[in-house]
């Protein structure tokens, strides 16, 4: 098992332990206990509640630093928070609108405990030398309790040092492990053999999406094969774009037969399209075949007009490309292709390695600027996801070397915390954005 993985399976039952049926039953039986103990206090005396908070009670002379209603605020502050939200979010999402029933329950139910936890801060609390009042959860232990319970009080100190920490909750942390590591954004197309059609992928009647792979050191052919790469075959109009194509071959040991399209092999029937835009283009380098080394479409001998194949956008190692890569040149729509340069004694582009610096401003309302500088030419994929993992926005383009600049637009999007991801075929890098209306 993977570094990755254990990390995931321990996060998980840890979390399961925490938040069990044992727990949860003694949080609900807690709760009625006390709700029952107390007769029904918290909500007999809500209105009383109300003028507290108002300020109908305020008095200068009271101990403490601060109002009833700051202390409340305090409090909140210091119960709801990032992983709050985002747990009730994920909540509904797995387990639907009944979830909130549950959610009403416990917080009902719950309120009498947190009345009992208030009353013992204020009963418990005590003041410093120099006067300023202090409670809490270490206060009751070391108060009510005997002294072999007082190791409890370090216990919690301890966890609210770790709370007011900036740290991911469990949930989070293990999502951006599934996303970033478990599965990665370009997955590889290698090593791949045909003695026929296709080295990588064979596309035979069927209309696919080939998207965002790296396919590469695939072989075709035995005595007659075509396309390393890929082999687009029949009735198929897949849509091919984001790919990094090379080294892959198209070779045999007849020598009386021609080998055709190292990248991509199209027949007669087949009209895929390839790229359509800057942001989606496909990369050709180093790929080989006797006939159009990168692009290669065989045409039927009782046909005389032909459309051609859409292939905008496309990266080459010369732009445009001449007849010995792309087979024939009038077969294919090649506008707006795009060269690449390759580094000497290294076949293979180092794609969209980069570094991603803080977005700014931020916090921000509700725009705001992702700077990206690139060091090699190459695709990345850059998302923004919300607390509950969701997919709000994203770019999937190729870079050149230099610095560029994302301009992200919130306006439809509620306040909150979002991540910054990008990713490349080489590593990835988040950060995060606060969006504030």
Request: some cysteine; overall charge negative.
């Amino acid at each position: 098992m993977k570094f990755y993985e254990v990390v995931d399976n321990i996060i998980s039952k840890l979390a399961g332990l925490l938040w069990g049926t044992p727990l949860v039953i003694l949080l609900l039986g807690g709760g009625i206990f006390f709700s029952i103990y107390c007769r029904l206090m918290p909500f007999m005396y809500f209105k009383h509640a109300v003028d507290i908070l108002s300020g109908k009670y305020d008095s200068k002379d009271d101990p403490g630093q601060i109002t009833h209603f700051e202390a409340l605020s305090s409090a909140l502050a210091s119960t709801v928070g990032m992983g709050n939200i985002a747990g009730v979010a994920v909540a509904i999402s797995v387990g639907g609108p009944g979830t909130l029933f549950w959610m009403w329950v416990s917080s009902v139910i719950g309120m009498a405990t947190k009345f009992f936890t208030c009353t013992l801060s204020i009963m418990y609390r005590r003041k410093d030398p120099s006067g300023e009042v202090h409670g809490g959860p270490m206060y009751v232990i070391t108060e009510a309790l005997p002294k072999k319970f007082h190791g409890l009080a370090y216990l919690f100190c301890i966890s609210g040092i770790i709370g007011v920490l900036p740290l991911f909750q469990a949930n989070q942390l293990t999502q951006i492990l599934r996303e970033s590591v478990i599965n990665p954004l370009f997955p590889e197309i290698q090593n791949g053999y045909s003695p026929d059609y296709g080295g990588g992928i064979l596309i035979e009647n069927s209309s696919p999406t080939i998207d965002r792979n790296v396919i590469h050191n695939n072989t075709a052919g035995n005595c007659g094969g075509s396309g390393g790469g890929i082999a687009v075959l029949g009735s198929s109009y897949p849509y091919i774009f984001g790919n990094e194509i090379f080294d892959n071959t198209v070779q045999g040991d007849c020598d009386c037969i021609c080998y055709f399209g190292g990248g991509i092999y199209v027949d007669s029937l087949a009209w895929p399209i390839l790229g359509g835009s800057t942001t989606i283009g496909n990369v050709f380098h180093d790929n080989y075949a006797d006939i159009g080394k990168e692009l290669y479409k065989n045409f039927s001998a009782d046909s005389y007009v032909w459309d051609q194949i859409y292939a905008h956008h496309n990266y080459f190692e010369e732009c445009p490309p001449d007849s010995i890569d792309v087979y024939p040149l009038s077969a294919w729509d090649l506008e707006h292709c795009h060269s690449i340069d390759l580094v000497k004694n290294d076949p293979i582009i180092q794609l969209g390695s980069f570094h991603l610096s803080p977005n700014f401003p931020n916090p921000f309302n509700p725009i705001t600027t992702i700077p990206i500088s690139i060091s090699y030419p190459g695709f990345i994929n850059l998302t923004i996801h919300d607390l509950k993992g969701t997919l709000v926005d994203q770019w999937n383009t190729f870079l050149e070397v230099g610095n560029h600049a994302f301009v992200w637009d919130a306006q439809k999007l509620p306040s909150g915390i979002y991540f910054i991801k990008v990713e490349s075929k080489q590593s990835y890098d988040t950060q995060k954005a606060i969006l504030l209306k």
